[in-house]
Every structure is written in C-alpha cells, then in structure tokens.
C-alpha cells in the first residue's frame, strides 16, 4: 500500500509564502504524476498543480505565477512553493500521484491545513 506523509502547512499572514512536501513510499509502481488539490470549507475538491516524472508541469489559473511545483524522482517526494498567498488560498491540501501523466492519481496523502489570515 502505498504511503503519502504530507507535512509544511500551517498559518500565514497574506502575501506570505509556504512550502508543501509530500513523500511517497512502499510504492508497487512507477510514479509519474505527482500533485496537488484542495479543498475549502463548504466547496468541492479542486485540482491546483502537477509535474509528470519528466518535469512537465500545470497550474490551475488562480495559482499561476504565484505557485511552483517540483520533485525529486530519487525520493520520490514532490514539493509545492507557494507564494504571494491570499485568503482565498486556505484550504486543505491534498498531495495525488499517479502511474499515468495526468491526475488524479489514485493514491490521496491525508491532507495538510493551509490557512492564510487577511
């Protein structure tokens, strides 16, 4: 079964910064797709960024230039900088990888509380 520990959330002042860090192990697989969702209080689940195994990666557009994803393939940990961030950021964010290139995957980390205060 594999494991996701998620770890890096927490609370900040608006125009403040974070890093998300999210650990994959006892993998059967070949990860590929590694990423981020969140989830706000009374709203649905929402894609935010991913990077393929090769380094390709996407944003949601409410992230854009304000958010950066990378990983590192040898500790199949995948990481996400946020900056610049603003109260409509506060969810909880969920690390998702996958052997596919695109996400959702089908493995979900326990989620991680980003609150961002105004």
């Known amino acids: 079964q594999v494991q996701l520990v998620e770890s890096g959330g927490g609370l900040v002042q608006a125009g403040g910064s974070l890093r998300l860090s999210c650990a994959a192990s006892r993998y059967s697989f070949t990860i590929n797709a590694m990423g981020w969702y969140r989830q706000a209080p009374g709203k649905q689940r929402e894609f935010v960024a991913s990077?393929?195994?090769?380094?390709?990666?996407n944003f949601a557009d409410p992230v854009k230039g304000r958010f950066t994803i990378s990983r590192d393939n040898a500790k199949n940990t995948v990481y996400l900088e946020m900056n610049g961030l603003k109260p409509e950021d506060t969810a909880v964010y969920y690390c998702?990888?996958?052997?596919?290139?695109?996400?959702?995957?089908?493995?979900w980390g326990q989620g991680t509380q980003v609150t961002v205060s105004s």
């Open positions: 990077i393929t195994r090769g380094g390709s990666t």
């Open positions: 998702n990888v996958g052997w596919q290139t695109a996400l959702p995957g089908s493995i």
